[in-house]
Structures are given as C-alpha cells and as structure tokens.
C-alpha cells in the first residue's frame, strides 16, 4: 500500500463511507477486533484532517476502541461485501472474524486492517462523546435508537492514509 496525505485523497467520502461500507478495525497483533460501519464523516477540525467515527457501547470493537489510541477505518473493493455484511452482524465475541471472512490482518505500528483494503485511514483518538436523547433536534433521529443504545462519537485525527496502489 501506499501512503498518502489525507488532502491528496480523491474520494467520495459519502459514497465510500455510506455506500461501500467501512471496517473499524482496533487492537493489537494479540488481540483485536474488527465492525461494520456505514455512518461516520471526515473534515477538519482543530486545524487537522479528521474522522468522525460513531460506536454503540454494545459493539465489542467499542472496548478495543476505549483501551487503544489507535484505531483504523478501511473502504474495501465490491467483492468483499460479503466479508463486511459477516463483520456487521455477527460478533468478535463469539467468532474469528478474520478467519471466518479470509480476511488477512496487517497490524500496522498503530493499529490494524486488513490487506485487502484499497483504503486505510489510521486514526488517533481526540475527542469522544456520547449521542443522547436530550441533543437530538431532528425527532426522525430517534428512529435509529431503541433504548439507551446511542452512540459515542469520536472525533479522530488522520495520522495516516494508505491507498491501495
């Protein structure tokens, strides 16, 4: 893979976030999990490139995410989508998601993905809240909760992005 800066990125975020599906992937060679997500964004914020990734407490990726500085997000090509959809609905707690998938894990200096990946954002945690009820403006919004199930919301510099070259 090759690396890249976060402003030479030629992506449609939305599209690859939205449409093609992510990978939030954190831990270390000994232990690690790995999720779906289709909800998140990428900006500035602080004067630095950023992601916004959102985690429900019940996820077990969300206890890697809390012990880990690092965390990668990963866009992979349209024949992995079974791969990703086996990721969203089924846990780390109760299968080897890697092994189950063929996906094969990199474990990066920071954080790991997997190499089939055409793109990797490595994140480093900055800021994290929890979504509430009392915030939502939008009432359409509470349709996404059922609960207390709402999500933490991190807000993580992009250390580094690779490209599938």
């Known amino acids: 893979m090759k690396e890249i800066s976060a402003f030479e990125l030629n992506e449609n975020i939305c599209t690859a976030i939205g449409k093609d599906w992510t990978l939030v992937t954190a831990g270390n060679k000994e232990s690690y999990n790995t999720m779906t997500a289709s909800w998140g964004s990428m900006g500035?914020?602080?004067?630095?490139?950023?992601l916004f990734t959102f985690i429900r407490p019940q996820r077990y990726t969300y206890e890697f995410i809390e012990r880990n500085d690092y965390y990668t997000v990963s866009v992979y090509p349209d024949e992995?989508?079974?791969s990703l959809k086996l990721c969203g609905t089924k846990s780390g707690r109760d299968i080897d998601k890697a092994k189950?998938?063929?996906?094969?894990?990199?474990?990066?200096?920071?954080?790991?993905?997997?190499s089939?990946?055409?793109l990797v954002f490595v994140c480093r945690k900055m800021y994290a809240q929890d979504l509430n009820e009392e915030s939502i403006i939008d009432g359409?919004?509470?349709?996404?909760?059922?609960?207390?199930?709402?999500?933490?919301?991190?807000?993580?510099?992009?250390?580094?992005v690779l490209v599938n070259d």
């Open 140 to 160: 359409s919004i509470n349709a996404n909760y059922h609960g207390d199930d709402f999500h933490r919301m991190y807000v993580s510099e992009i250390v580094k």
């Open 44 to 50: 500035i914020m602080w004067n630095k490139p950023v």
């Open 80 to 82: 992995y989508r079974m």
């Open 100 to 114: 189950e998938t063929g996906l094969t894990p990199v474990f990066d200096e920071k954080a790991p993905y997997f």
């Open 116 to 118: 089939q990946a055409r």
